[in-house]
């Protein structure tokens, strides 16, 4: 935080709130980082080939579901 209130020109005493800094310089929460990454790893299996193992399973879980 002290790098972050150093760019943006401001000091601790002027009682500006951390997530306002962290706004200010276009950080992203952890949240929205461990979001987006589970994300993109949901991705990388949807693009792998049927017989992939995790593909047959989801399948499975699929067919199971619309019964």
């Not at 929460?29 to 299996?45: A, D, W």
Request: overall charge positive; hydrophobic content about 40%.
């Amino acid at each position: 935080m002290r790098i972050l209130r150093w760019m943006c020109n401001k000091t601790r005493l002027d009682k500006i709130r951390n997530d306002n800094i962290k706004k200010r310089v276009g950080l992203e929460t952890i949240i929205e980082r461990m979001v987006e990454n589970i994300l993109m790893s949901v991705e990388h299996v949807e693009r792998r080939h049927l017989d992939y193992v995790v593909r047959r399973v989801d399948h499975m879980n699929d067919t199971l579901i619309t019964r």
